[in-house]
């Protein structure tokens, strides 16, 4: 598996220090919800230097909680746990790890307030079930929950730190950048900003993008410390300077050397999607975008329609599975589609064509293939994990048939990065005043 | 957070195994990718009548691997692993393991042909690097891996066993489905089929569901053992029998009963999507759908595309922001637009309407509203969270306005799965001979 190597590991001007995670809740061992709060927590983690030393994931069963965090407390400087914090029986993570730190819990009457003040606002009263939410640790701090009725809770002890953090992620996310961050940042226990430049690149791999990017690194030695991130698509080089031998500012230039050396390969700094960046390029050029799709079933469109504003950019989008479909919604000809086929290069360009038109739009992306077994089976030159995809641009449409290993949701996803790849570069070059270009690889017609 | 109580724990016949899954990698810790291993195996383990004891993520540092191994060894019977078993140096995992259990790896012929013939078939040779994948432990077993080149390992020791499983899903997930689920069973570490008959319902609460099959549990006494899991609009019943005091047949019989009794609440038997089951139900009635969307932006397309064989009842779908695209492509009179806006009652469905009659289908689903902040404001009466929903069916057309709270991402599933349950009653209704209905709840026009 790729390892993103050193890249969350702190500098070294940051004593190391070790965090763990604790996940509770058998909904998470019986495999009913994804542990997005290792994803979360982990990322946000990263960003300030530090990368999770273990996440453990438990029942919520008293006596495995008390287990875990025992080990958990003796081994680590910080220890995060989530959920459990709910108002049944069954939440008994408070009163557990109160009892291995030897404190009493409090009744905390500014959170009975709060309590109070959220049940109002829906109508209701609180029960006594609900106000065991108000209890905090004798000597701990309260978290208040801007989003929910449980507040997290803050306690230092033995040299360590215990945050506790309620199970929504609505409720957990906005109290871990806005309360967790800053006080373990006030300590000194992550950094105080993004411990990295982080320069995103799509469309190229790896070890290409390390061989572009090495001149620059060599020139200046050991000042710099980069490390690579592979993930669907794109791969992040995070560059930070150990023992703050660089400042902030240097780092900064040094990524836009890297950022200027990459041309058309830099999707961006810092962590947007590509969806993203494309729809900033679009609005910049006053440009609407239409997308049509058959085998990616809509996430094509999701992709943007994920970006905030996007009626300003996106004129729309059509699934369509049927001929009867791309000819009623999309004026496709008939003796086209029975010519070529649908999923053929001519039919992705006609499908993407017809959007533009019927949408008003000046660009357009068609994603048209054969993803999985079963939805519509591949045949002949066209096995499962075929794909075309068109763009119609101002100045011209092309299509490319690319092909995909692996079973149907990989395949979808590796389509829709490669569609909003080509537009993105599309968009950047006409943003650099190239006005006529070519596509890069698998150019048709 | 809710817990599904002892869904996961296994009958009182099965003697209590304690299972532990180590999930190794620094991009797991580093939040760019998501543990869908856990997810997996945790559902897969859970049908089989277990539930994890503990899943731990830790880094590809031998000494962490090294460390958390000797501990979970210790403590469990059954210890699972993924990843690490790649070519490169930092894949350490087999070694440091095999160094714990005091076992020499071995070269084993037989995966080196298999190694040589996967690399053949792409045109390569293996190089000495992709050859450390044909070792296996001395006293050991080699699972073939037929989606890659690292096998997996399987180890019985100390009365324990040690199951080492690539880290690709799509190499690990059949590999765990037909080889070590298998063997797991005929050691008596799981059951033999499935541990519960899971009644699964949609559209109602637990507590309510609870309410109404109390009777028909109540007749059978401690012979049964009820478990409830909540999860995404869908609330899972799982009947089993504690010291096999029922046949499988007679458990069969009580779900029966169940399902006959919650009517269209009944959602299926076992694990099918709510989309899956209203396709089923679209085919066997050899309906076509559309569906069209503005603030779910292609998921509920992309919902239905999921299903193996979407061409066969999926007429196509629409994502459309303006004005402009909901005239163009579904004939929506611009005065209708204007009269009531886009985000209404009146808008749902002239939408709907508008695709079901260019796209040719039977039926169409319409979702609009507002998801978030930025993609679509809300306004006055219709805040965040307003969404409205259509349907148009062969015999009318309805439309409802809900309100969800939450993050935008939220607000999406919600409205997503809203709109398929309520497809979903009509046709069942329309299975069960129900010509005329009416909506269960906020009917309009």
Redesign the interface.
Known sequence: ?????T??TPPASLHPIRYELLT?????????????H???????L?RRGV??????????EAE?IER?FRESWAAADVVITT??L?PTC??RTREVLAAVLGQKLVFDPATEKAITERFAQFGRVPTANNLKQAYRFERGEVLPNANGTAPGLWVEQDGKILCMLP?P??ELQPMFIEQVIPRLAARGLLLGREAYVQIRSAGIGESLLETKLQPVFDRHGDALSIAF?A?QGQVDCRVSSPQEKYSHAQIEAVAAECAQLLGEDFLCYGHDSMAKVCADLLRLQDKKLA?VET????????A????????KF?????????N??KM??LDVPECLLLQHGAVSAEGAVAIATGAAE???ADYALAVTGFA?????EGAGANPVGTMFIALHAPHGVWSKKLSYP???Q?VKSRAVNAALDWLRRELYRAQSGAAISLPRTGAMQ
Request: contains cysteine.
């Open positions: 598996m790729a390892s993103p190597g890249s969350g509770l809740g058998d909904e998470l061992l019986l495999g009913l919800t994804a542990n997005g290792l994803t979360f927590i982990g990322a946000q990263g990368m999770l030393g273990r996440n453990v994931t438990i029942t919520d495995a875990q959920g459990g709910g069954d939440d199970g992620p609505n991130c993930h997308v085998a990616t079933g809509g996430l094509l469109a999701n943007f329609t994920e970006v905030g504003g996007a009626c996106f004129a729309g989008g059509v699934v369509c599975c049927s009867d479909a009623e919604l019927r949408l008003g999985g077994a079963g939805a519509m692996g079973p149907r990989a």
